[in-house]
Each structure stands twice: as C-alpha cells, then as structure tokens.
C-alpha cells in the first residue's frame, strides 16, 4: 500500500496567499468585508484557505469554519452558518455566546441550534428571517470588537438559498473593521441558471467584497509539486507529460502520481480519480461506496450502523483509505472524503439498485436513531435518502416533516421545494393526505406562505391560484378568504391592480362577528387609506376596533388604530395623528409587540416632519433606528424608518448625510416600495443639484416614464412632482404642464395635506414658466388648481409656507421656511419674492434678497437655483454676486473627502476612513472639482493649497 501522495510543501500559491493576507489587513482596517475565492474544482482552494486561516489564527485570529454540502440544495437551510456556530458555541459555550446578542436574540438563533433553547414562537414569517439576519450580524460584530474574527465558508456554489440570502446581507452590512467573511466556490460549476450567478454579480457590486480567482498550476509548479511527494526530482519528461494530462490542476497532479512509478494516464478525469480508490483492498472499496452515498462526510456510528460492521471491523476497512489520503479523519468522529471530486466519482459508480439500496439503509438507520446525524440534520437527511431510495411514501412524508423543520428556521425558501415534492409525490401515494395529516389543498396553502415568506410571489402566486381552484368558497368560505388575502399581497407586492377587490372579496366570506373579519378589515382599510378612500377606510376601522376589542386582540386593535390615523394624517390633523400612534404605542409596549412598537414610532417621526418638529423627528429616526436594530428588525421596520430620517435631512437641507442614510439603507436590500420611497428622496435631492441623468435613471426604475399605475395616494403624488421637477429642470415647461395637468384631473392624488400644498406651490411655478407658451392651458390650470386648494386643510407651519408660495406671497413663504431651517424652500422663495419686486422696479428690493439666497444655495451646491440667483442678479444690475469666501465654498464633508484627495487617497480608502461609501466620495469629489472649477484631483489639490482651504 503506497502512502499519500499529497505535497508537503505548499506550492505556487504565495501570491494568492499575499492577496489573502493584503485583504485581511484591509478588513482590519474596516476596508474589506468579504473575499470571494473562485476557482475549478481540484484547483487548491481549500487548501489555500486552510494556509491562510492557520496564519490568521497564529496572529490571534478568531476562525470560524462552514462549509456548504450538496444536501444544502435539498433543503439543509444555513448549513455553514450552523457549523460556524456549533464550533463557536463549542468553544465558548452557550452562554458566552448569548451573552454577544441583545437579550433574548438567542432565541432566534435556537433554530439553528439547540443548545440555545426553545425558538422564540411569535409566529411572524414576514420578519423572523430578519431577525436571525440582524442576530447573525450583531453576532460576528460582537465577535470583531473582542479580536479579529474570519469566517470561512466553503463551497457556496451548493449553499441553499437562505444561505446565499444571509451571505449576500452580511456582505452588504458588515461595515466594522476586524471582521472578514472568506468564501470559495467552484467556478467551473456555475452554469448560466446557476443560482449562484446572481448573487456573485450583485456581491461585485458591494463595496469592501473583493475577488480572486486560484489559477491552475504552471509547469514549473507542477514539477516542484511533483518533487515533493515524490521526495526527487523527477524526470522532464514524466513532468512535461503529467502537466498535460493534469492540465495544471493539484488534485489531478496528485492522482496521478498515485498510481506509482508507471503512472498511468486513464481515458477520463473520473478514471483518474478513482484511481487511488480502486487499488484498495476491496473491503476498502466496498465500504467506500457506502461512504459516498451518505456524502462527503458521515459519523463513524452512522456508517456502521449502515454497512452493519463492528467499531473494529469499520475501523480495519477504512484504514487502507485513511493510509492512502483518499478519507481523512474528521472531528466528533467522523470520515471526510479528501475532495468531493472523490466522493462525487465514487457514488457515481454506485449500481442504480446498489443507489436505491444504500439510500434505504442510511434512512432506515437514522429512523431508528436521530443523533446518528449532527443535530437539526435528521429531517433533510430523512427527506433525502427516502427520495434517493425511490420509496415515494416515505419520502413524501419526510419530505413534509422537513418542510415543517424548515419554517421553523425561518428557511421558507428551502420549504418550497420540499413541499414541491411533496405535490409531485402525491398521486403515487393512495393515502397520502392520511399520512401526512393534510389534504393536498393544504400543501398548496403551506407552499404558499413559504413563498410569501421567501419573497417568491410568482411562484406563490401560482400556489395561491392552485388551492383556491380546489375549494369551494360555500362550503370553507374561511379558508378562501385567507387565500385571497395572500392573493391581495402577492399583487401590492408586485404593484398590480386588484388589491382592493380582492380585499373586498375576502371580507364577504369571513364570518361577520369573526377575529379573521377584523384580520381581514386591518388589510382592508390600510388600502383604502393609502388610497384617499377615508370616509369608507375609517367606517371599516370602527367595526375592525369593537372586534380586535371583543375578542382581546390587542395588537390587531393597534394596527387599526394607526390606520385610523393615517387617514388623520391625510386630511392634515397632525396632533390626532401623534395621539392615536401613542396609543398604539403604548399598547404595543404593553404587549412587547416589537413590529406594532417600531410602526407607532416611525408613524410619528412623519408627522413630526408634517408640524416641523424636525430636531424631534431627527432624535426620534435614531431612537427607532437602533431600536430596529436590537429587535432584529432592521430590514423592514427600521428601513422605514430610515426613509423618514432621510426625509428629515432632506428637508433641512443636510443632503450629503441624507444621501449616506438614502445608501446604507438601499444596501439592505429593502422591499420594493421602500426601496422606491428611498430613491425618491435621493432624486429630491438630485434634483435640487441639477444632477439630470441620476434623476432620470431614478424616475425611470421607480417607473415614472412608463405611467405604471399607482394607486397609493402619496407615491401618485410624488412621482408627479419628481416628473414635474425634472421637465423644469430639462427646460420643459409645456410638458411639465401637462404632467400637471394630468394629476389636477385626479383630485385624490392630492388630498394630504402637506402633499397637496407642496405639489400646489410647484404648479405655481410650472404655470407661470408656461404661460407665454401656452397661455389657455395655464389658465384652466390655475382654475382647477384653485378648485383642489380650496379642499385642502392647512394646519400647521410646513403646509401654511407651502400655501405662501402657492398664493403668491414669496417673502412670507422665505420667512415661514426660515423659522424652519428649511435653506432651499427659503432660498427659492427668495428667488421669486426678488423676480417679483425687479418686475414692480424694486431693484434695490430683489438685490437684498439674492444676497440672502445665494449662500444657501452655494451651502447645498443647488447649481441649478445659483444659476438662476446670479443671472437674476445680473439683471437687477447688481453685477454677479461676490464670490464665497474660499471657506465657506465647500461644505464641511466636501472639505474632509478633499483633505484626503489632497493626500493620493483613492475613493475607496476616503468611504473606508469617512464610513461611507464609495459612490457617495464619488458624488462629493464630482461637487469638489466643479466649485473649485478644475478638472482632476490633481488640479483640485493645488487649488485647496492656493486657497487654503485646508488651513
């Protein structure tokens, strides 16, 4: 028996080990989130990252290994994770490592271990997956604040795609330094529909995620491998026909070395593999295949317990294997082929009866005992090996057990196919509904939610239209009812019409004195309020409010509350709307309902921006900002929340720290709506500073240009004013006009108070530049603009300086947005007060103001309002506005990311020391070198040294 033939020398890597090394230094630094490592399988990955851990783990490192298994695509949801947590929980112990998470976040992370206890039960799919996100996250941040900490996760191209989902948001938001995530795949693997495409395009994107692809050998380095496993030099002619054979590949260097002194060169890569297997002992060989069929590792008492040998006699099997590197001995007494290469080629000799056989034997023997498998493993392995046994029933019972597992891990996404098995299973099991204890209707209903929480609506969808297809609303009104529901949510999802009857729908077939009719008029009325619909949402919510009541559901009846003030808020009563979202609140506090909880509070950062309490709308965004985070609720509500504090900065004219809160929230990967709501505040802002082609990539994604239909009152509203804003903008007054004209003839679209003013005072501005043109038009929409103002209520100070600039009456309106420290309402209030007194003669009048509203201006690098402001100043004769002072002409972040420039710093180093991103340093540089009126980084150094503007 020859011994391995495995180097002992770590060959023709060094570079790629620098490349590691450099990375982690960044990471250190907070430069480098993630590494993605690709490469062809056999290539050296894994060794390479075992070189590249041992090293950080000499200089204190904090390793945490994972690794993806093919059974991941089957099912096993978080795999790597799992096993990156059982080592830690190993080495620290439960306790310690719950002690890293907020309190009581360990309950979450008991889904994927138990020795975190019993999971938190609170039923809530739509944010349980978020929340063992947020954990995971706090997690490896807590870890980084102790010591540097690496996780490596291999072979993600088999990772589930819960697994993918988690990666990619750890890879987005792990911004601390000390922290690196290292992940291989197999780049030979990743065929055009490979799931894994996508995500490797969108982690490119991600700033702090380097790649680096491990190329294969070159001769050289194929002869220096050669001689150390061979212990001599050997001669150029066996390396020169090795290299071609191996094609530069370690694994196949390896195998055939194996095959000693003649090395043979077999017809296919297979053969060549299983080279070193077949001169086993065929004992060895027989066991390996045993081995193979339960996958690239199994327990020592699993295998036994399969192939039905003794400790002494497995033990005695294996060596031979062990002896000759083809097993490798792995912790908690388990065999690990050395490659999967190996393990692949192995089963793929299996027999089909011999596959069929030994997939029945690994089911029948972890049936009989669970702990045979590491724990939370049984259920997937169970629904494999039934399917790969081809017994139809078990496998569709353990098909539906592992599906059960799966949603309580939040693993919705690896529950669909599952169930999917389960329905093609169906008509091959005679008492199939028996068995599983639910009818086939039910399985299309549970798919159906495993898609919803899994973000999969087409597919849910499909699910949804099957189950109803089998139910007769006369006979199980209740169970329809709930479908349409789930129906109404796929289409608000996708943004289709229809949500409202279905809704409609549903609440004629629940019951009328039921808990699922109040469900029902919670969905219902928030609907129709965001539509305008508030005479008809509100007669809803009272009869919604004595249910929840009656029947003691006291977070339904805050849902319907805060519901009830969104129509407050429609019609402008502020102080109604803060109440009833306190009595939300406090209900939600009461109760310890974290999502009523974050919704009261983001409800009331808005209608504090309404009234103009801004400084209490900006510390009440960061109050509920990290709240969402310590509940573990960041991805939804604290996006929303996030959106308002944006809002909020927005509004007060603080656009580059409202465009770094618009950009890390956009990196969560929000949900469509927010995600539009965020852009939304970002072409607000893109507008002001003239930046035309980011206002129309926005409009054009958010859907503006195509005229997709809306029916949510404020995104009608907003899209018509962003569409007004960029015709302005592009010198289009007659189609701004007639954008304007479209939403006049929509009155709903309007009826918010604060949004109607707001798109009123616009429309002012939009008829008086249209007017010469198209005198008529303008005039019919004067009228009908007057109609809509004379049904808005004005209640509070930001409505009453929009009704100034409506009416005409600039100076009162630049008064009004001054006591708000509103700089660019102000500044372009100013601008029409000075148009009107040049007009009137009042020179002197107009010159005074545009002195007041050039500095403003400048402040927010408004170019296309200082254009205005000194042209006008021009006219009045005033001549051109003296030029700013060199140090108030850049804003004090534009004068941190130019320190840096001034300094050699790319963009990428100055979003790593500032903790922004790259395409915001970007942004400031492109606002630097044009106030500065040069046009390199070069030029724009010099001039900060000329004007010491770094004094």
């Keep these: 028996m020859r011994g391995r033939s495995v180097s002992p020398v770590f060959v023709g890597r060094e570079e790629e080990l620098a490349a590691l090394s450099e990375s982690f230094e960044d990471a250190l630094k907070g430069k480098v989130t993630a590494v993605l490592l690709g490469g062809e399988a056999g290539v050296g990955k894994t060794r390479l990252v075992q070189r590249f851990a041992e090293r950080c783990a000499a200089d204190g490192a904090q390793v945490l290994l994972g690794g993806c298994v093919e059974l991941s695509t089957e099912g096993l949801a978080y795999a790597p994770f799992t096993a990156a947590l059982r080592q830690l929980v190993r080495e620290q112990g439960p306790a310690a490592v719950a002690a890293l998470l907020p309190e009581g976040a360990e309950r979450d992370l008991a889904r994927l271990l138990p020795e975190f206890g019993e999971p938190v039960g609170d039923g809530e799919t739509d944010t349980g997956r978020a929340r063992l996100f947020e954990q995971i996250l706090t997690l490896l941040e807590r ?68 790649r680096l692809d491990l190329p294969r050998l070159s001769r050289d380095e194929v002869a220096q491998q050669m001689t150390a496993i061979l212990g001599r030099v050997p001669e150029y002619a066996r390396v020169e026909k090795v290299y071609e054979r191996s094609e530069g590949i370690p694994l196949f260097v390896e195998a055939m ?44 008492a699993l295998l036994a317990a399969v192939s039905g040998l003794s400790d002494i006699e497995l033990e005695t099997a294996l060596r031979p294997a062990i002896a000759g590197n083809v097993l490798q001995v792995a912790d908690n007494r388990a065999y690990v ?22 997939h029945s034997r690994y089911a029948e023997e972890i049936s009989k005992d669970r702990t045979l498998v590491p724990p939370g493993r049984a259920a997937v392995e169970l629904a494999h090996h039934w399917y790969g046994a081809r017994n139809d029933l078990w496998a569709l019972i353990s098909a539906w057990e592992a599906a059960r597992k799966s949603f309580k891990a939040f693993a919705y996404t690896e529950a669909v196919p599952l169930l ?85 729908d549903a609440l004629r077939l629940v019951p009328q004195d039921s808990l699922e009719r109040a469900e029902v008029v919670t969905q219902l009325s928030r609907h129709l309020m965001l539509r305008g619909r508030i005479a008809e949402a509100s007669e809803l ?20 509350l805060m519901n009830l003030a969104l129509g407050h808020s429609l019609n402008g009563e502020t102080e109604s709307v803060i109440a009833l979202n306190e009595q939300a609140l406090e209900i939600g506090r009461e109760e310890q309902a974290h999502r009523i909880i974050l919704r009261a509070l983001g409800n009331n950062i808005d209608s504090l921006i309404e009234m103009g309490r801004h400084e209490e709308a900006l510390a009440l965004a960061e109050q509920g900002w990290e709240t969402a985070r310590k509940w573990g609720r960041l991805r939804g509500s604290g996006l929303f929340i996030m959106n308002n504090w944006a809002e909020v900065l927005e509004a007060l004219g603080r656009w580059d720290e409202a465009i770094e809160i618009v950009e890390a929230a956009l990196a969560y990967g929000p949900a469509l709506r927010t995600r539009y709501a965020l852009l939304r505040v970002r072409a607000d802002i893109a507008l002001g500073r003239g930046e035309v082609e980011l206002v129309e990539n926005i409009l054009a994604e958010v859907g503006v240009f195509k005229d997709r239909p809306e029916d949510f009152v404020q995104d009608i509203t907003n899209n018509a004013r962003l569409r007004i804003g960029w015709h302005l903008l592009r010198g289009e007054p007659t189609q701004a006009l007639a954008t304007a004209e479209q939403v006049l003839a929509h009155p709903t679209s309007s009826s918010k108070a604060q949004l109607g003013w707001r798109l009123l005072s616009l429309m002012r501005s939009v008829c008086d530049a249209a007017e010469p043109a198209e005198p008529e038009r303008t005039a019919a929409a004067r009228a009908r603009a007057a109609e809509v103002a004379a049904q808005l209520s004005v209640i509070g100070p930001v409505v009453e300086a929009y009704r ?69 100043s021009r006219r009045v004769g005033g001549g051109a506005p003296q030029s700013q002072e060199p140090s108030d002409l850049l804003t004090p972040r534009e004068l941190e990311v130019l320190r840096l420039v001034t300094q050699g710093r790319t963009n990428r180093d100055i979003a790593a020391e500032l903790f922004i991103s790259a395409k915001t340093v970007s942004v400031h540089v492109s606002n630097i070198l044009a106030k500065l009126g040069v046009t390199t980084r070069g030029e724009a150094a010099a001039a900060a040294h000329r004007l010491s503007l770094l004094a």
């Design 257 to 300: 070395l194996d095959g000693g002194e003649d090395c043979g060169f077999p017809e296919s890569m297979q053969d060549l593999i299983l080279n070193s297997v077949e001169r086993l002992p065929e004992e060895t060989q027989r066991v390996l295949r045993i081995a193979a069929a339960g996958g690239i590792r199994v327990g020592h």
């Design 337 to 358: 082929f050395r490659h999967s290469l190996i393990q692949e080629a192995v089963h793929e000799e299996l027999l089909p009866g011999e596959h069929q056989r030994l």
């Design 420 to 504: 999917e098995r389960v329905l093609m299973l169906w008509d091959r099991v005679p008492d199939a509904a028996e068995r599983i204890g639910a009818d086939h209707t039910a399985v299309l209903e549970r798919a159906s939610e495993a898609a919803h929480a899994g973000g999969d609506v087409d597919k849910g969808m499909k699910f949804v239209k099957a189950a109803l297809k089998q139910l007769d609303e006369t006979a199980e009104p209740a169970r329809v009812a709930q479908l349409v529901v789930r129906r109404a949510a796929f289409k608000s999802g996708k943004g289709h019409m229809g949500v409202i009857e279905d809704l409609r």
């Design 804 to 872: 100034l600039s409506y009416s005409g009456d600039f100076d009162a309106a630049a008064a009004g947005w001054e006591r708000l420290n509103r700089p660019h309402n102000q500044a372009k209030a100013l601008l029409r007060a000075a148009a009107d007194a040049a007009r009137t003669g009042d020179r002197e009048g107009a010159a005074a103001r545009l002195k007041v509203a050039l500095p403003l201006a400048r402040a927010l690098c408004a170019t296309p309002l200082i254009e205005d402001i000194v042209t006008l």
């Design 541 to 560: 919510i009272n009869e919604g409010l004595r249910l929840a009541r009656r029947h003691g559901d006291r977070c339904l009846e805050s849902d319907l």
């Design 143 to 210: 870890l980084a604040d102790a010591r540097p900490t690496v996780l490596v996760i291999e072979d993600i191209h088999w990772a589930d795609r819960s697994s993918r989902d988690l990666i990619a948001f750890l890879s987005r938001n792990l911004h601390i330094p000390q922290v690196m995530i290292l992940m291989t795949y197999r780049s030979d693997d990743l065929h055009r529909q490979h799931p894994l495409r996508p995500v490797l395009a969108e982690l490119g994107r991600v700033q702090g995620v380097d």
